[in-house]
C-alpha cells in the first residue's frame, strides 16, 4: 500500500491502472484494502494530496498564508 499510496501522490496513471500495477483483480478489492489501511478512499487520498502540492507550491513565497492554510485545516 505504501506504493500505492506514493504513486496515488505523484503519479498519474488512473487507479484503474495503479489497481492492475498493484496486483488486485478489480478496482473495488483494491479501494476496500487502501481505504482501511490509509484511512481515505484512493480518491479523496489523490484529491487531498494534489491539494497540499498546489498549496506547498503557492505559498512557498508567503510563508504567513501557509500558516493560515494549516489552521484553518485544523479547524
Known amino acids: 500500500m505504501s506504493l500505492a499510496r506514493d504513486a496515488l501522490s505523484s ?3 488512473s487507479i484503474s491502472e495503479l489497481t492492475a500495477a498493484t496486483g488486485y483483480a478489480s478496482e473495488k478489492a483494491f479501494s476496500t484494502t487502501f481505504r482501511r489501511v490509509v484511512g481515505a ?3 479523496h487520498f489523490r484529491d487531498k494530496a494534489r491539494q497540499q502540492a498546489e498549496g506547498d507550491s503557492r505559498t512557498r513565497s508567503h510563508p504567513s498564508r501557509a500558516i493560515r492554510e494549516r489552521r484553518a485545516d485544523m479547524r
Open 11 to 13: 503519479d498519474t496513471r
Open 41 to 43: 478512499s484512493p480518491r
